[in-house]
């Protein structure tokens, strides 16, 4: 694996970020694609630091997904439960919080 170069990464979500037309782009979904075709596009990039980006783009898109609840469900291999996010499964985060008795807390604080 290479040297992520970071700072170069997170400049190419902020032009692919920029680029984003928004009566195109429409809603989260387009804006996610459209910019995830754009840093795979980005010749600027290496393809760990395009790894890095689209990463970075999605954990933003899967937080929007759960937000809107929309989009495409996926079964989780854990829990079985049909989930929104892609890097990981809110039900079992939700589970995990409840387990250790963390859940109540979390819902006071937002
Ligand atoms: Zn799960």
Redesign the pocket.
């Known amino acids: 694996m290479s040297v992520i170069r970071k700072e170069l990464a997170h400049a190419a979500m902020s032009r692919s970020h920029a680029l984003i037309d928004y009566n195109i782009h429409n809603d989260i979904h387009k804006r996610h694609e459209f910019k995830k075709q754009t840093l795979l596009a980005d010749n600027s990039l290496t393809k760990d630091e395009k790894n890095y980006a689209i990463n970075w783009i999605t954990k933003g898109y899967d937080r929007n997904k759960i937000i809107e609840n929309s989009g495409t469900r996926r079964i989780?291999?854990?829990?079985?439960?049909k989930?929104l996010a892609t890097l990981?499964?809110?039900?079992?985060?939700r589970?995990y919080l409840k387990a250790i008795g963390h859940l109540e807390m979390l819902i006071l604080i937002i």
Do not use: I, S
């Open positions: 989780c291999e854990n829990c079985n439960q989930c990981y499964c809110e039900f079992c985060v589970n």
